[in-house]
């Protein structure tokens, strides 16, 4: 909590103006990705993004805050046909609940999750690394779990 009050991140975009050399950038104060924030997903940053097939992907790492500790943590899933993310399949890709142990050998505390970064390695499948920790020992490490996608979901 940050001054009795739950975290609650969200996702935006920024709007880029770009004239020979040089970059500048602001927050796009009309974020068309407000209304991804949810249920498990109540606070959401550090998207990795991709594009497969016709379909738009965000992979953000989320969180429930207002749980409590210890804060459900999950690598989420955002996938559309429009890359405004307009009408959203959001759901949980990787959970901190389900996969702990199997992430993290030796696992003595509750895990945290975030960060993740696609990387497309063949025609249907994604490599996933997203950072995880042992909030035990509080070292963040590298994680790699495989997904297959099919072009029709």
Same mark, same amino acid.
């Given at each position: 909590m940050?001054h /009795?009050?739950?975290w %609650?991140?969200? &996702? $935006?975009?920024?709007?880029?103006?770009?004239?020979?050399?040089?970059?500048?950038?602001? *927050?796009?104060?009309?974020?068309?990705?407000?209304?991804?924030?949810?249920?498990?997903?109540?606070s959401?940053f550090?998207?990795?993004?991709?594009?497969?097939?016709d379909?738009?992907?965000?992979?953000?790492?989320?969180a429930?805050?207002?749980? /409590?500790?210890p804060y %459900?943590q999950? &690598? $989420?899933?955002?996938?559309d046909?429009?890359?405004?993310?307009e009408s959203?399949?959001? *759901?949980?890709?990787?959970?901190?609940t389900?996969?702990?142990r199997?992430?993290?050998?030796?696992?003595?505390?509750?895990?945290?999750?975030?960060s993740?970064?696609p990387?497309?390695r063949?025609?249907?499948?994604?490599?996933?690394?997203?950072?995880?920790?042992?909030?035990?020992?509080?070292?963040?490490?590298?994680?790699?779990?495989v997904?297959?996608?099919?072009?029709?979901?």
């Amino acid at each position: 909590m940050l001054h /009795g009050r739950h975290w %609650r991140r969200r &996702i $935006g975009m920024l709007r880029l103006f770009v004239s020979g050399s040089k970059v500048r950038a602001e *927050r796009w104060t009309e974020n068309p990705l407000d209304h991804l924030n949810g249920a498990w997903n109540e606070s959401l940053f550090c998207p990795g993004y991709f594009v497969f097939g016709d379909k738009y992907y965000l992979l953000p790492a989320a969180a429930t805050y207002s749980v /409590g500790f210890p804060y %459900r943590q999950y &690598i $989420g899933s955002v996938e559309d046909s429009s890359p405004y993310f307009e009408s959203p399949n959001i *759901r949980p890709l990787v959970s901190c609940t389900e996969l702990g142990r199997n992430i993290i050998a030796g696992l003595r505390g509750e895990i945290a999750l975030d960060s993740a970064c696609p990387v497309l390695r063949s025609k249907d499948r994604a490599w996933l690394y997203y950072s995880v920790m042992d909030r035990d020992d509080g070292l963040w490490k590298t994680a790699l779990s495989v997904f297959a996608f099919d072009a029709e979901t």
